[in-house]
């Protein structure tokens, strides 16, 4: 009985070692798939959009990244999704899920700084926060946000269409440059 144990107990061990150096961490991972591009505003991640949720590793290194989609039905979810994959692959995480969570739903809210900065300077007016009260940094949001032209700054503005270049996009003008713009909905 003592003697297969001792038989046993050094392979457990190799195993576990094995196991524990193998699995990268989290982060490592995060950081494969973070700036995956939106299909249909190259210059936003999945990252500043605020879609990638989690991204976990089980002990048998085993990957799964979780993302909400922004617009039910968005067909740009499945480019995500098989550019999340492509990615993990090349980086050699062969065992790799990619998780789709409806709830909860996505709000423009979750959108970072950052990329509502970037839609900006890609010229299109970035989503008005939709909640009344502060803001995630404490600031106070005021209650209603006329949308601000990406081209001049000025908040003269009227809603042309409520369907731009793509559904999750309007298209809006500006009175005083007189520029046509897409704004991306706020949800
Ligand atoms: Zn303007």
Redesign the pocket.
């Given at each position: 009985m003592s003697a297969q144990t001792a038989r046993v107990a050094p392979a457990a061990q190799t195993a576990q070692r094995a196991r524990a150096t193998t699995p990268p961490t989290a982060a490592e991972v995060r950081a494969v798939v973070a700036d995956v591009p939106d299909p249909e505003v190259p210059v936003l991640t999945i990252e500043d959009l605020g879609i990638l949720r989690d991204v976990a590793v089980d002990d048998d290194g085993r990957v799964r990244v979780t993302i909400t989609p922004t617009y039910s039905g968005c067909p740009a979810m499945d480019a995500i999704r098989a550019d999340v994959l492509d990615r993990l692959h090349a980086a050699g995480h062969g065992d790799a899920d990619v998780r789709l969570v409806l709830s909860p739903a996505w709000t423009t809210d979750w959108m970072s700084d950052a990329g509502k900065r970037k839609l900006r300077e890609y010229g299109i007016a970035p989503p008005s926060p939709t909640r009344s009260h502060g803001g995630g940094d404490g600031r106070p949001v005021p209650l209603a946000l006329s949308i601000r032209?990406p081209?001049?700054?000025?908040p003269d503005?009227r809603e042309l269409s409520r369907f731009g270049s793509t559904a999750c996009k309007a298209l809006w003008c500006?009175n005083?440059?007189?520029?046509p713009?897409d704004s991306f909905k706020a949800i």
């Open positions: 032209c081209q001049c700054g000025s503005t500006c005083a440059c007189l520029e713009f």
